[in-house]
């Protein structure tokens, strides 16, 4: 892999084998998500006793909370291989750097290394005071 700039944006040559590579790991990443939307239930609250229709609103919003982070993980594999086309994939969006390809093979989606996520993640707990529930990888 070699960088190049073009536009002000710096570019990462992925060879063929490697762009193949980060295609079928998204590709597998989409199919999980749209597997996982198959057991989705409708958002319809029934009648019954009080205790039934607290849990069925619970469980509509777990349903809700479900879909929204599966619109998001596609949203996130959309835009990495948008960037795999355009040959920005493995550049960092906010410094420019490359992106450590054993990140790259953790989190097909990065758009971030390691040091600007890590900032990123710190500047929300300064401003929230709330830790992540999550590691950053």
């Known amino acids: 892999m070699s960088a190049e700039t073009e536009g002000g ?10 762009k193949a590579k980060f295609l079928a790991l998204l590709m597998e990443m989409q199919n999980d998500v749209v597997a996982k939307c ?3 239930v409708p958002g319809v609250v029934q009648t019954g006793d009080r205790c039934d229709v ?17 619109i998001k ?3 996130e594999i959309k835009r990495a291989r948008q960037r795999i086309e355009s040959g920005t994939y493995g ?6 750097e490359n ?5 790259l093979e953790c989190r097909p989606t990065a758009e971030k290394c390691l040091d600007c996520q890590r900032e990123e993640e710190a500047a ?10 999550y590691v950053v990888v």
């Open 73 to 75: 993980r596609m949203n």
């Open 124 to 133: 929300k707990v300064r401003q929230t005071g709330k830790r992540p529930a």
């Open 9 to 18: 944006m710096r570019k990462r040559r992925l060879g063929q084998k490697q």
């Open 99 to 103: 992106i450590p390809v054993k990140r």
């Open 54 to 70: 607290a849990q069925q609103e619970t469980f509509v919003q777990l349903d809700l909370s479900r879909r929204q982070g599966s």
């Open 38 to 40: 198959e057991g989705f």
């Open 91 to 96: 550049v960092c969006v906010i410094c420019e």
